[in-house]
RNA sequence: GCCCGCGUAGCUCAGUUUGGAUAGAGCAGCUCCCUUCUAAGGAGAAGGUCGAGGGUUCAAAUCCCUCCGUGGGCACCA
C-alpha cells in the first residue's frame, strides 16, 4: 500500500516504475523504501546520480499521504515514510487476535501431514524436523485463513513392522511393554538386525509373515501386528502430547494399500505399466523422465507407493482438498515425483494440487543416525534434558517460585528451544545435532523470542491499566523500527506460506526480538508520562502480541514470566 | 555414471527464487554495562579469497558454464 503511494510518486516525476522494483534500503538512516535509477540511467545515458537528483527535485508529495519525504543517496531515491502518521493504523491493526491473517486470498481446504514415524522404534531428533516442521506450516496456513487438516501416517504394513512382529515373535512373545512401550519395542528391533546378520533367515521369516498378515490375512499375525503397532503409537503420543502436537486424523497404511492395488490394476490396463518375467508389476516413467518403479511385489504384496497411490485418492475424494501437502524428508525426491506423476497418469486433475515439501536428514556429528543399529538420539531424551537444564535455569533466577509453577515454565522453555531450533533452520540445510547448541538458552534461540515476550508482558503488568494511544507527536528511531518490523508481519506471513517455509517466520521473530531489545534498553516506558506512556505502552503491547502469534506459529508458548 | 540438495567468519546459520548501497546474526574468545521496565539482555572491538575458475552486467554470495568437495536418490526398503 505505501509502496503503491510511492509508485504514485514516482510517476508524478515522470517515472514509470513498479512495486518490484521497489527496495528496501540496505540500513534504516536511507530511508523506508529506495528506488534504485541504475537501470533507468542506463536507458536514458544519464548518470545514476544525475537521474536520482533530477527525480527527486520533481517528486512532490502530497499533503494526506503516508510519505514524508524523498532523498537522494548515491544511485538512489530513498523515500522516507510519515511514521508518525502510520503509527495509529499499524497499531491497531497489530492488536489484532489474528494480526497477520492473509486479506484478498482464497480460503482452502489444506491436508498437511507430517511426522510419520515407523512404528517400530522411538522417534529420534530426525523425526523432529517433519512433526515440527509441519506442525509449523499448518498453522502458518490457518492464520492465512485456511482450513487445515493436521494428518499422521502410520506405515504399519511394510517390511520393517513384519521385522519387528517376527523379533517380537521369536523372543518376547506374550510380553508386555515395560515403560514406554516404543522404547520397549525398539530392543526387538535393533535386536532382529543384530541376529539376521548372521542368520539371513530371520528375513524370509519377515517376509513370510507380512505375507500372512497382508494376503492371507492370518489372525494370529493380524492380532500380534495390530497390538505392536498400538503400543507404539501410544508411545508417539506420549511424545506429542509432550510437544503439544495433536492430529486431526491417523491414517494407516494396512487400510489404504488394497485402494491402492486397484489403482496398480488401473495402470496396468491403461498400458502405464507392465508385468515382469517373475510377477512385479513395474510403472513405466522412463519416457516422462523419471526413473521407472515396482508398485507391485513379484509376492503381491504391496509397497509403500502402493498404499500412497490408494490413500491420496482418499484425501481428495473425502475431504475435497484444494491441496495435498506432505512434509517428509528429501530422500524421498524421486518417489514423490513418482507418486504425483502415477497420480496424472490415473487421470486425476488434482495432481497438480500435490506438494512435497521436502527438507534434509538430521545428522549426529559422527554421521546419520541409525535406529536398526540403535545409534539415534531420541526426541523424549532431548526433551528431558532441556527441561531439565531450563528446570535449573529458572530455579536460579527465581528462588520464590513454587516447584509446580517452575517445572510449568521450564517444560515451555525447552519445547520451546527445541522446535525453534529445528524450525529457523532454512529445510534444504542438513541439521547436525550438536548438544551443546541445543542445551542453549541464549542468543538466537527459542528462549531469547519467549524472554523479549515476557519482558513485555513485564511492562505491561506493572502499569496496570492504561488507555490506548494511537498517535504520537515526534516518533524516536527505536521506535519506528519497532513499527516498522510489526507492519512487515502479514508479508511475511504470506511469503513463508507461499514458499512453505516456516524458518522465514523465525528469522523475522528473531530480528523482532532484537529490535524490541533495542527499544527497551533505550526507551523508557513506565518512566515516561502523560499520552506518550501510553503510546508506548500500546507499542509494547502490539509487539507482545505479534510476538505471541509468531511464536505460536512455531508452536511455542509465549510465556509472560520466565 | 545420471539426477537432486548443500558448500558464506574457528563453530552453527541468515541472505541466493526476484542481481544493487561498507556480505548479516548467534556461539566460542576479548572489552564494557545490573541502586534503572527481569542481564535468558544490551553496547563495542576482532574475526570473511561468500568452495575454485571462467563468463554475463554499470553492478554477482545471488544469473550462466566448467570443475572440486560433501550428503541423498537411481525397480520389488520406506
Do not use: C, M
Given at each position: 500500500m505505501l509502496e503503491e503511494e510511492v509508485v504514485k510518486a514516482l510517476k508524478q516525476a515522470d517515472v514509470e516504475a513498479f512495486?518490484?522494483?521497489?527496495e528496501a534500503p540496505a540500513e534504516a538512516k536511507y530511508g523506508d523504501v529506495a528506488y534504485p535509477c541504475f537501470k533507468l540511467a542506463r536507458q536514458t545515458g544519464k548518470s545514476p546520480n544525475e537521474l536520482a537528483k533530477e527525480i527527486t527535485e520533481k517528486i512532490r508529495i502530497p499533503e494526506k499521504s503516508s510519505l514524508a519525504s524523498a532523498e537522494v543517496v548515491g544511485g538512489y531515491v530513498n523515500f522516507f515514510f510519515d511514521w508518525e502518521k502510520l503509527a495509529g493504523k499499524v497499531l491497531q491493526d497489530a492488536l489484532?487476535?489474528?494480526?497477520?491473517?492473509?486479506?484478498k486470498i482464497k480460503k482452502e481446504k489444506i491436508m498437511v501431514e507430517f511426522?510419520?514415524?515407523?512404528?517400530v522404534h522411538p522417534m529420534h531428533v530426525g523425526h523432529a524436523r517433519t512433526t515440527f516442521l509441519g506442525e509449523s506450516l499448518s498453522n502458518i496456513l490457518e492464520l492465512q485463513g485456511h482450513k487445515v487438516f493436521r494428518t499422521n501416517y502410520m506405515n504399519d504394513v511394510g517390511l520393517q513392522v513384519a521385522k519387528l512382529v517376527t523379533a517380537y515373535n521369536l523372543w518376547g512373545k506374550g510380553k508386555e511393554p515395560k515403560g514406554k512401550p516404543d522404547f520397549w519395542l525398539w530392543q526387538y528391533y535393533v535386536k532382529f538386525h543384530e541376529e539376521s546378520k548372521s542368520n539371513p533367515e530371520l528375513e524370509q521369516q519377515a517376509h513370510e509373515n507380512l505375507k500372512k498378515f497382508?494376503?492371507?490375512?492370518d489372525k494370529a499375525i493380524s492380532k500380534i501386528w495390530k497390538q505392536i503397532t498400538k503400543w507404539c503409537i501410544q508411545g508417539f503420543e506420549e511424545t506429542y502430547k509432550k510437544v503439544g502436537i495433536k492430529f486431526d486424523e491417523y491414517f494407516f497404511e494396512s487400510e489404504f494399500r488394497d485402494d491402492g492395488k486397484k489403482l496398480v490394476d488401473k495402470l496396468l490396463k491403461n498400458n502405464f505399466a507392465h508385468k515382469t518375467d517373475d510377477g512385479a508389476i513395474v510403472a513405466d516413467l522412463e519416457k516422462f523422465g523419471i526413473p521407472s518403479t515396482v508398485?507391485?511385489?513379484?509376492?503381491?504384496t504391496g509397497l509403500y507407493i502402493t498404499s500412497d497411490l490408494g490413500l491420496t485418492a482418499h484425501k481428495f475424494s473425502k475431504y475435497k482438498l484444494n491441496k495435498s501437502i506432505w512434509v517428509v524428508s528429501s530422500q524421498q525426491n524421486l518417489n514423490f515425483k513418482q507418486l504425483f506423476k502415477l497420480l496424472e497418469l490415473l487421470g486425476?486433475?488434482?495432481?497438480?494440487n500435490c506438494f512435497h515439501v521436502s527438507f534434509e536428514h538430521v545428522v549426529l556429528p559422527e554421521g546419520k543416525m541409525s535406529s536398526r543399529e540403535g545409534r539415534a538420539v531420541m526426541l523424549d531424551e532431548v526433551i528431558e534434558a532441556l527441561t531439565k537444564s531450563a528446570l535449573k535455569e529458572v530455579k536460579k533466577r527465581d528462588?520464590?517460585?513454587?516447584e509446580e509453577k517452575a517445572k510449568e515454565i521450564a517444560e515451555k522453555i525447552a519445547i520451546g528451544a527445541l522446535k525453534y531450533s529445528v524450525v529457523?533452520?532454512?529445510?534444504n540445510d542438513q541439521i547436525v545435532f550438536d548438544w551443546n547448541q541445543m542445551l542453549?538458552?541464549?542468543?538466537?534461540?527459542g528462549p531469547y523470542l519467549q524472554y523479549a515476550h515476557t519482558r513485555c508482558a513485564g511492562i505491561l503488568e506493572r502499569s496496570g491499566n492504561f488507555l490506548q494511544e494511537f498517535s504520537v507527536d515526534k516518533i524516536s528511531s527505536e521506535e519506528k523500527n519497532l513499527l516498522k518490523q510489526i507492519m512487515m508481519f502479514p508479508n511475511v506471513i504470506s511469503q513463508s506460506a507461499k514458499e512453505m517455509k516456516p524458518h522465514i517466520v523465525c528469522n523475522y521473530l528473531y530480528e523482532l526480538a532484537t529490535i524490541f531489545n533495542n527499544f527497551y534498553e533505550s526507551v523508557p516506558v513506565l518512566k515516561s508520562e502523560g499520552s506518550m506512556k501510553n503510546f508506548r505502552l500500546t507499542l509494547v503491547q502490539a509487539t507482545k502480541n505479534v510476538l505471541r502469534i509468531g511464536l505460536n506459529l512455531i508452536g511455542v508458548e509465549a510465556p509472560d514470566k520466565m
Open positions: 512495486v518490484s522494483e521497489l489484532e487476535k489474528h494480526y497477520g491473517r492473509a486479506e511426522s510419520q514415524p515407523n512404528p497382508e494376503l492371507e490375512k508398485i507391485l511385489r513379484s509376492d503381491g486425476y486433475s488434482w495432481y497438480k528462588k520464590k517460585l513454587s529457523r533452520i532454512e529445510p542453549s538458552f541464549t542468543g538466537n534461540t
